[in-house]
């Protein structure tokens, strides 16, 4: 949700700084702040509410400089947006500190430093970190000492750096459910939140773990767990490049994304299939052995990711593997009953999903075989904590609104099906065609793009409208699901998603000429009782917007269908994603909201 970036150097760091907010822009945000110590020796801080536009305008404009500072994007928690509530926080000209996620004392210890004498500017949580550092070093502790006794009094979760203008020379920063990376250079040591942030200026990054604490300065490193005992981690290269992550002729990262689609979803399948064959051995040395022994899966996720695992489901089952699939956040607060040998997985854009660590976490607890990570980012925490890691390889995705990601989700938890399946009779026939499928899959997609110019015609009629209905049956309900997600998220137009058996049961009440329905008709087994359903709609005067098998005959009376060719039945709940993707995208551009970045809305959500 919130970026951080800082830096220590023997250069001005203030370039890079504003540099790693604009790469952190698509994290989602409604203010930005930066806060560096100058030539003079204090402490310069300026805000903005808004973009980080605003932010670098001012910064142009006052000729800020220094070899120190730290710069943030928030997103609203405590406090309404406003230039009081944005980071850096500061306490007088002391101390600044700038923090992603949330401290759940901070109530109590407001109320205990208020009673010492110390006055609150703002109304977020944030604030009693600077106020309570600064009451630490005025009691003659070093920055060092000051983070780990303050880590000691907080609650919550938190990754923050702090900057004092009586330590010159260095910053100190802490990681506790909130991820922080390192920035490795020759003379001069970054941090953020997000490798990408940096990506300009290193490729080389530590990744602090649970409860680090660490002081950065421009020659050195020192990092101390959460007992404080002195530890070494390791420095990682990134295969990244600063130029991944740019929009190039696209108009929006999300388009640009769509686009990638058939060149991820290769590169997904890269090593993993050869002649027929599932390669089960890239999933990692000791994968084999869960898998040989699993019996059940549960598979708990967020958002998008939640979709991808109800598709998988289907898949999952038909391969006769007991499988459950449950939100995270609701998971997490329940009792959950184990079956014997079941496998825990995990789904994750970013691999740093508050809730879905949660749940990880507390599924060590819980008598589970093993996790399993389906995974965007290698050097995520849910990556790092889980038995097994399956990366989908789907490379940066910056638009909030995740295509690629998704997809890419969907391929590896078709993997993920075919090794299970094997265990329970898969012939090699059998085996072929399904790799077959995943490997006709990357063409498949680069078709459905030859009908992009009609789904922006078809996108005309959404654009009046507040409401929408999508429908689907088996794995293409999930499906509708993905693409009412899709469409709610960036047009803003309120989109519901249902099992097309059940608009009798309520939704067929909303259906008037005002309320476009949306369904996927592959030519499968429910073909005949999805096209009932529609005749249902037809009948209340509904207008349909239909994406067909080309082998699929509709008889109904006024509906726009566009037909999708060489469908194969086992991946084409993935296929059948990017037309309703292309949808959503095209009915946000005509109503002019941010495409990449949604109101209200953050690429990663690291806080409960």
């Known amino acids: 949700m919130c970026g951080i970036v800082g830096a220590v150097a023997q250069r001005n760091v203030v370039p890079i700084l504003m540099e790693g907010l604009k790469r952190l822009e698509y994290r989602g945000y409604d203010s930005a702040g930066i806060a560096v110590r100058d030539a003079g020796g204090g402490l310069r801080r300026i805000r903005s509410v808004g973009k980080v536009a605003e932010l670098q305008g001012l910064v142009d404009e006052s000729g800020l400089s220094g070899g120190l500072g730290i710069a943030h994007t928030r997103w609203a928690t405590h406090g309404m947006p406003a230039e009081r509530n944005a980071h850096p926080h500061m306490s007088g000209e002391r101390v600044a500190v700038v923090h992603n996620g949330i401290i759940e004392n901070h109530a109590e210890l407001r109320a205990e430093l208020e009673a010492a004498g110390y006055a609150f500017q703002s109304e977020t949580d944030t604030e009693v970190i600077a106020h309570l550092m600064a009451d630490l070093l005025g009691q003659g502790l070093s920055l060092l000492e000051a983070m780990q006794a303050a880590r000691q009094r907080l609650l919550g979760a938190y990754g923050m750096a702090v900057i004092s203008p009586d330590h010159p020379d260095h ?6 459910g909130s991820p922080l990376v390192i920035g490795v250079g020759v003379g001069e040591h970054f941090i953020a ?4 942030a940096l990506l300009p200026v290193t490729q080389r990054f530590i990744f602090l773990e649970e409860g680090d604490v660490a002081e950065i300065r421009a020659d050195s490193v020192r990092i101390h767990d959460a007992g404080g005992a002195p530890v070494e981690r390791e420095v990682r290269t990134s295969q990244l490049s600063a130029s991944t992550a740019e929009k190039g002729p696209y108009r929006h990262y999300m388009l640009k994304e769509i686009f990638e689609q058939p060149a991820v979803i290769a590169e997904t399948l890269e090593g993993r299939i050869h002649q027929g064959r599932l390669l089960e051995e890239s999933f990692g040395h000791i994968a084999g052995t869960l898998l040989d022994q699993a019996r ?32 995270a956040s609701e998971y997490r607060y329940r009792k959950v009953v184990v079956p014997e040998d079941c496998l825990f997985v995990s789904i994750s854009q970013s691999g740093e999903t508050a809730d879905t660590l949660a749940a990880l976490r507390a599924a060590r607890r819980g008598g589970y075989l093993g996790s399993l990570a389906i995974c965007n980012v290698p050097e995520s925490s849910l990556v790092r904590e889980s038995d097994v890691a399956l990366m989908t ?16 989700q969907l391929v590896a938890l078709r993997l993920l099906t075919i090794a299970l399946a094997r265990r329970r009779g898969l012939s090699e026939a059998q085996e072929k065609a399904l790799v077959d499928e995943l490997e006709a899959l990357p063409r498949q997609v680069e078709v459905v793009f030859q009908l992009n110019e009609r789904i922006a015609a078809m996108a005309n009629a959404f654009s009046d409208l507040h409401n929408a209905l999508f429908l689907g049956r088996g794995p293409f309900y999930p499906v509708a699901m993905e693409g009412a997600l899709k469409l709610k ?27 476009p329905v949306v369904c996927a008709l592959p030519d499968d087994p429910l073909l005949e009782k999805v096209l009932s359903n529609l005749q249902e709609v037809r009948a209340r005067g509904g207008e349909l917007f239909l994406f067909s098998d080309r082998s699929v005959q509709i008889d109904l009376d006024r509906y726009q269908n566009l037909t999708l060719d060489d ?8 296929v059948y994603s990017v037309p309703l993707q292309l949808l959503a ?24």
């Not at 910053?171 to 506790?176: D, I, N, P």
């Not at 899966?297 to 089952?317: K, Q």
């Not at 469908?567 to 993935?574: D, F």
């Open 171 to 176: 910053m100190v920063v802490a990681r506790a």
């Open 193 to 196: 939140s997000d490798v990408f």
């Open 296 to 327: 059940a899966v549960h598979i708990i996720a967020c958002g998008t990711s939640y979709h991808a695992g109800l598709v998988a489901r289907y898949w999952l089952e038909e391969a006769g593997v007991p499988c459950q699939v449950e939100v």
């Open 393 to 408: 390889r789907a490379g940066p995705e910056i638009g909030v609104a995740s295509t690629k990601a998704f997809t890419t």
């Open 489 to 515: 998220e960036i047009s803003y137009i309120h989109a519901e998603a249902y099992p097309a058996g059940e608009l009798k049961h309520g939704p067929l009440a909303l259906v008037d000429e005002q309320m």
């Open 567 to 574: 469908i194969r039945p086992g991946t084409a709940p993935i």
């Open 585 to 608: 995208y095209h009915v946000a551009v005509l109503k002019g909201t941010d495409v990449d970045q949604p109101r209200n809305l953050a690429k990663s959500v690291t806080v409960e």
